[in-house]
């Protein structure tokens, strides 16, 4: 935080009421998450209500930690805690908005800010770094862009820093204006304009006006003028000084002209002054040459030369700089934060270890911070971050980080360089640990993590943990804050990893988990999932499974239900079950008929307590089944209350899946079950963009051909090019799940964003691909499917459902998680 704040300054500045004030207090860090406290004392914390819990839930748990100042809403019962400072507001996420803009009026160097609908990250961060060589720079921590992030990554600002770079992310209209009013940027920039989530506005014209209000202050704005709808706006808005335009042809602030070479570009800026600028940048997508484009003129208007631009780019490296999950040597686990290495990036990798699996030991690899500023200051934040998050042992690269060595003599060990740790670092003294690796680019950690890794072969299933939140969130935001929600985590969570995918729905505040079999409940128990789960099939031998383990067994029919009940009693066990309505699925559950017996088995054996009552939709996801679907809810209706006139208490009603919960709002009941949708897949076709693809299946490319005119590609000779031309070979095939109906042109995958279609058979581990008159060569990335190849229009294509396509991913496949 720029500058310490009394409560009474807080009450000002949020214009709330204030109880019970402490004039000492003097509060310096603000938290709206109750695991994120490092100083107690000196920490607002701010209760947000969001779609997933109310903040003000975990008071009680951050008085025990020893906070002591809350802004809570105005109806928050603060009696309870006499001697504690409250603020009340009548909203709380205004006031935190407030709170920033009034840290950020206090800061007086330059702030840059970038909006627009790709590229932001990328541009703070890369930008981050050129600046980052001569000034101390604050940036937002990964794409913290957002109501809310964006407040936090103003309190990331402090008193040292320079210059400080913010992101700003908006969904829907309405939502810039106080983003603007934070930030109030001196210096703008709009990335472009992708067509994505045009949900949410008006019109296209309307979005563009929206973003652009971000800079009706600032006293520049960055663009190119080549992307017309924009630049018109903009023109048609800002007076001419104001603006800084480039573009591929003549007449712009700056014209530049790019010429790829075998590795990277060079890109040429010619300034209207007729001045020529050059810069050799590392890469030559179209998408990394328009982002360094607006970093370079960026660093330009702050000042910065040319040479120390281009000393700047050459340490970018095009590299992932996305924080990712990835299974490690003897089956650890490893975050891998090789690229961020700043305070802030350092604690949301933090955080983002401490919502993974529990019971492990903790391993921190880190280098020195390069962060400018004071290093006392900074380290004395490390240590104090490592004792929080209780690491068993820390690795330590570079000069200052022996700083560490004194507070942590036991646990630490440093090593002067990465060759130095490579060379002494034994890999199978990692078993089972949790492994944070956060370093500076220029140390190279890559090292570490290849060497830490479990050997990922070519292909490997990405999992966007952030797209798997915006899905969840928006089927919250469908149903009522009352209802509740249970996740499907069956078939290995639709493909995408049981275990990772159900750590992070109890982080967002799920309330149940579906799995099919027991011991896919069993395997979620062992690496500490704490939700209650329920077993849609288990089986009679798995009985003392679910006892030992706290799993819900659906109970389908009255055999099932005497011979639990009888095993109940033997072992002298109560279980809780759920009831299975069988309206028209006929697939498992209780029919009408069965009913008169199913109240006597429930009367009579109170060892097994009803959690839920429920039934499935047959055809929720289609237009033409919805008089069926409203006979199956008012069926469950009566049903239902026939079960419930024998019970003393309540269980949990429910019946509407991920389409149901769009098709029938009406009949949420207590609680709905999402499956499909969570994963990225709108199955009724009603909300299609505003859903995020959470995986992307990638592979390599192993070997490049060119076939002469009539030979032909793979078994049974299926393949042939007529006139001749190139293949590629790719490490997938059908035993990774790659189905073999895509064979012969009914699929296709994207290299360097150009469709290839799949030519000849899909082999067992392989696959060829026509990439006649393409770039591309060996170890090339290929992409199966992902944000850019619909799931839908593939499962389409070979006459299935997305559902078949996620669970077939086989599991030889290595999950990789990440945050974007
Ligand atoms: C799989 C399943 C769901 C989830 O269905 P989606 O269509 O994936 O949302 C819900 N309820 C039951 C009983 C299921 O088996």
């Known amino acids: 935080m720029f500058q310490e704040v009394s409560q009474d300054q807080i009450q000002a500045v949020t214009g709330g009421m204030l109880l019970n004030r402490n004039e000492e207090l003097l509060i310096s860090q603000t938290a709206i998450d109750s695991r994120q406290i490092l100083h107690p004392e000196k920490t607002l914390f701010v209760a947000l209500r969001g779609a997933k819990a109310d903040g003000a839930d975990f008071i009680p748990q951050l008085i025990d930690l020893g906070v002591k100042t809350f802004l809570v809403h105005q109806d928050f019962e603060e009696k309870a805690f006499p001697d504690l400072c409250f603020i009340k507001v009548s909203d709380t996420r205004r006031a935190l908005q407030l709170l920033a803009k009034f840290q950020r009026s206090l800061f007086t160097n330059p702030v840059v800010s970038i909006t627009g609908s790709n590229g932001k990250t990328i541009v703070k961060e890369w930008l981050g770094q050129i600046l980052g060589q001569k000034y101390a720079v604050a940036k937002s921590p990964k794409s913290y862009n957002s109501q809310v992030g964006v407040p936090l990554s103003i309190f990331g600002i402090e008193s040292y820093h320079q210059v400080a770079i913010l992101e700003a992310g908006i969904s829907k209209a309405g939502e810039m204006a106080a983003l603007e009013e934070m930030i109030k940027p001196d210096l ?5 304009l992708g067509s994505a989530h045009q949900e949410g506005f008006e019109s296209l014209e309307s979005k563009i006006q929206e973003k652009l209000s971000l800079f009706s202050d600032s006293n520049f704005l960055i663009y190119c003028s080549d992307q017309k709808q924009v630049s018109e706006q903009i023109e048609a808005v800002f007076p001419t000084k104001k603006r800084i335009a480039w573009s591929d042809r003549a007449g712009a602030d700056f014209t530049r002209s790019v010429k790829v070479k075998a590795k990277g570009a060079r890109l040429i800026l010619m300034k209207s002054d007729l001045s020529t600028h050059t810069f050799q940048v590392p890469f030559s997508d179209l998408a990394s040459l328009e982002n ?4 370079i003129i960026a660093a330009m208007t702050l000042g910065q030369t040319s040479e120390s631009i281009q000393e700047g780019i050459s340490h970018l490296k095009s590299v992932d700089m996305r924080l990712t999950l990835k299974p490690g040597i003897n089956d650890s686990l490893l975050i891998d934060d090789t690229y961020n290495n700043d305070l802030a990036g350092l604690k949301v990798a933090l955080d983002f270890m401490q919502q993974q699996r529990p019971k492990r030991r903790k391993i921190l690899v880190l280098s020195d911070l390069l962060q400018q500023g004071s290093p006392e200051k900074i380290y004395l934040e490390v240590t104090d971050l490592i004792r929080k998050y209780q690491f068993d042992q820390i690795y330590g690269v570079g000069k200052e980080i022996f700083y560490l060595d004194r507070e942590f003599p036991e646990s630490f060990t440093g090593f002067k360089s990465t060759e130095e740790l490579l060379a002494k670092l034994d890999p199978d003294s990692f078993a089972n640990d949790m492994i944070l690796i956060t370093g500076a680019r220029v140390f ?3 090292e570490v993590v290849n060497r830490l890794q479990q050997r990922i072969h070519g292909t490997t299933l990405e999992i966007n943990l952030n797209a798997l939140t915006h899905n969840y969130n928006f089927y919250k935001k469908l149903i009522s804050p009352k209802t509740k929600v249970m996740v499907m985590v069956k078939a290995f969570a639709y493909g995408g990893g049981a275990v ?3 750590n992070q729905i109890q982080t967002m505040g799920a309330d149940y988990l579906g799995v099919a079999f027991s011991d896919e409940g069993v395997a979620l128990r062992k690496q500490g999932i704490k939700l209650p789960i329920m077993v849609l099939n288990a089986m009679q031998e798995s009985f003392g499974l679910c006892s030992e383990f706290d799993l819900e067994p659906v109970v389908f029919s009255p055999d099932f239900f005497e011979s639990l009940a009888s ?3 033997i072992h002298q066990k109560t279980i809780r079950i759920h009831l299975d309505m069988d309206t028209g699925m006929h697939r498992l559950g209780f029919e009408n008929k069965h009913l008169g017996e199913l109240k006597r088995l429930i009367k009579t054996n109170p060892q097994l307590q009803i ?18 679907s409203f006979s199956q809810l008012r069926t469950f209706e009566e049903m239902k209350n026939e079960i419930l006139e024998v019970l003393p208490y309540k269980p949990l009603i429910h019946a509407l899946n991920s389409a149901g919960i769009v098709a029938f709002p009406d009949f949420q009941f207590d609680m709905v079950r999402l499956g499909i949708g969570l994963y990225g897949v709108e199955v009724t076709g009603k909300h299609s963009l505003a859903l995020r ?6 592979t390599t490319i192993s070997q490049i051909k060119e076939l002469d005119p009539g030979e032909t590609i793979g078994y049974s000779r299926k393949g042939v090019l007529n006139s001749g031309g190139k293949i590629a070979t790719l490490a997938i095939g059908y035993a990774d799940g790659y189905d073999r109906r895509f064979s012969n042109g009914k699929g296709y995958v994207l290299i360097n964003g150009h469709k290839a279609p799949i030519i000849g058979n899909v082999c067992m581990d392989m696959c060829m691909v026509d990439v006649s008159g393409m770039d591309v060569k060996a170890g090339d990335e290929a992409i199966i499917y992902g944000e850019q190849i619909s799931l839908k229009e593939l499962a389409d294509q070979i006459g299935t459902i997305p559902y078949e396509l996620l669970t077939n991913i086989s599991t030889r496949v290595k999950r990789v998680y990440y945050l974007d």
């Open 611 to 628: 959690a839920s009552i429920y039934t499935h939709l047959v055809g929720a996801d289609e237009e033409i089944h919805q008089e069926f």
């Open 567 to 569: 095993w109940c009693t």
């Open 693 to 698: 693809a959470i995986s992307t299946l990638k």
């Open 500 to 502: 990772e995918i159900a």
């Open 292 to 295: 360094i484009t607006h970093v």
């Open 444 to 446: 190279g950690f890559e």
């Open 188 to 192: 703008g920039i709009f990335t472009n």
